[in-house]
């Protein structure tokens, strides 16, 4: 007997379609994306960030893993990198032991790397590292392993003030770092961040857990304030932007402020009174020097002349707006990082409480 044919019923087939996307580097190297986009998809490329453990670092590291890009971690610190391992998808975010004098851990690093970041630095010189080892000596091995393994793209992060002719030893070493990666890779991209904002920074928490601050310029210094996920999301496009290889960027909010108008604002975001204290340079220089015996950061010498140079835009450097980019002001996260900071009796107040206040003013309220 013949059985029936139903050929109206219809059995819909599920199937998982891949958006696929095939690029070559600048090394020549084909480069095959799979997936929708995020986090369990694969870029293809393979990305190393050293300094990953620091405030733009960990930006950088996690802007990498959260779209599928491979991404090596090189570390000293145990217990300093394990906050990065749930940045990526499972595989994504790899943890690689190096030190910064050790050539064949840091060729380790980048041998199979498409894609490298330098974020190390240092604000203040130590027993074991002084601004010449992290800042020149550091960036070179970094900029050789680059080239003896023929890594497409080299993102040097330098500083705002780099200049050869600067009276603060961090400004020279930066700026000597930035002629020695261009003399090992010529097509190194050199970004300039100005001081960056974000959770656990060293300016806006510096500036709100302290009782008082201590300067030698009252405050004068204008700074160009810049919220660390607008830089690292600047990294990442540059990264990814072929065009933007040997190029010189400096990062840097559309306003300049000076830091007496930046610690007003962390006044009103906390409660809290912070007064600064002007002291003569010679008197603030003996201070910073005698704080360079306590075994934890205080400020030091080099910060005391830092305090005296103003940011100054370099008009031949690409901005934000090179990138169709926009970066947020710093009224907009005052209070979203220090609203933590304000005492218990003012956790009720604060901007965001203003504004949810003048919204319901909009509306018109109706009772039955």
């Not at 630095?121 to 010449?132: D, Q």
């Amino acid at each position: 007997m013949r059985r029936p044919v139903f050929t109206g019923l219809k059995v819909p087939v599920f199937r998982r379609f891949y958006q696929k996307d095939v690029s070559v580097t600048l090394a020549g190297k084909t480069i095959v994306s799979t997936g929708p986009g995020g986090r369990s998809s694969r870029s293809g490329f393979t990305a190393t960030v050293f300094g990953a453990s620091g405030l733009l670092g960990t930006h950088v590291a996690h802007r990498f893993a959260e779209d599928g890009t491979i991404t090596i971690v090189p570390y000293r610190e145990e217990m300093k990198k394990r906050h990065l391992k749930v940045s990526g998808d499972l595989g994504v975010v790899n943890f690689l032991e190096m030190d910064l004098r050790n050539v064949e851990s840091i060729d380790q690093a980048v041998r199979h790397s498409d894609i490298v970041v330098n974020c190390i630095g240092r604000t203040y010189e130590t027993k074991n590292f002084s601004y010449s080892d992290v800042h020149v000596e550091g960036a070179k091995r970094i900029a050789q392993a680059c080239a003896n393994n023929n890594v497409s793209r080299l993102i040097h992060v330098s500083a705002f003030n780099a200049d050869l002719e600067s009276p603060s030893e961090f400004n020279r070493t930066k700026a000597l770092g930035e002629l020695v990666v261009k003399d090992i890779v010529p097509n190194a991209t050199i970004v300039r961040p100005a001081t960056m904002f974000g959770f656990k920074d060293n300016f806006l928490s510096r500036l709100a857990s302290t009782a008082s601050v201590m300067t030698v310029n009252e405050n004068r210094e204008v700074l160009y304030p810049t919220h660390v996920r607008d830089v690292a999301d600047a990294i990442y496009k540059i990264a990814f932007d072929d065009s933007t290889a040997g190029e010189l960027y400096e990062l840097r909010s559309l306003k300049g402020y000076s830091v007496a108008e930046c610690v007003n604002l962390v006044a009103k975001a906390t409660h809290r009174n912070h007064p600064s204290i002007n002291l003569p340079m010679p008197i603030a220089m003996a201070i910073s020097k005698a704080c360079q015996y306590l075994w934890w950061p205080t400020i030091c010498p080099d910060e005391l002349v830092r305090q005296t140079l103003d940011h100054v835009p370099d008009p031949l450097a690409k901005t934000f707006a090179d990138l169709d980019m926009t970066p947020d002001a710093l009224e907009q996260w005052t209070d979203h990082y220090l609203q933590d900071l304000r005492p218990y009796i003012y956790l009720h107040q604060g901007a965001d409480s203003e504004k949810v206040q003048q919204k319901e003013k909009e509306y018109v309220h109706i009772s039955y």
